[in-house]
């Protein structure tokens, strides 16, 4: 495998071929009383890029889906959503403004360290996944109708949107965006 640390899910515990070309599992095989361990990407190869990370999060009582996260050289992520339990499993690609570096999991919580090139200027960020909301750089800054400390977006394209509105560097706009600041 390559030298990056496996996790374990489901039962199983999976890893990164020693090329970087699959994610396999290690699982005990009862039929064959023998341990396996077959392609996690066999049917979606390209889904993953020369991976550098790999973390899970769990399921629980509420969500039986544990997630996969795999951190791609290329600045992606592979996602697959698995449920063992009822044998399905699904991968999507994540794409940002910028480039994902690493990934941790805190307890049940995905973050995200990800690079991204503001106003000339390389910068990280530590971003949470947030369910309820798909913004990439998310900040939730607003007071009535107008937004503050937008200041770490200076020069980018955004689209903030409240309401019927969409929210410029503390300036409220009518919903024609998006704006560059």
Request: aromatic share 10%.
């Amino acid at each position: 495998s390559k030298r990056i640390q496996p996790v374990s899910i489901g039962g199983v515990v999976l890893f990164i071929q020693r090329t970087g070309q699959a994610i396999r599992e290690f699982v005990f095989n009862f039929d064959e009383e023998a341990y396996d361990s077959p392609s996690i990407t066999t049917l979606s190869p390209s889904i993953i890029s020369n991976p550098v990370d790999i973390q899970s999060q769990k399921g629980f009582a509420s969500d039986d889906a544990s997630y996969i996260y795999v951190t791609n050289d290329d600045g992606t992520v592979s996602m697959m959503n698995i449920d063992r339990s009822n044998e399905v499993s699904a991968w999507s690609n994540w794409v940002t403004e910028g480039d994902f570096i690493s990934c941790a999991v805190a307890i049940d919580e995905p973050f995200f360290l990800v690079k991204r090139n503001i106003d000339s200027v390389d910068k990280y960020y530590l971003e949470k996944v947030e369910e309820d909301n798909f913004l990439d750089c998310y900040v939730e800054t607003v007071s009535g109708t107008s937004a503050t400390s937008l200041d770490h977006l200076d020069s980018e394209l955004i689209s903030v949107a409240t309401d019927d509105y969409r929210v410029v560097k503390g300036l409220t706009v009518p919903t024609t965006g998006p704006y560059t600041v």
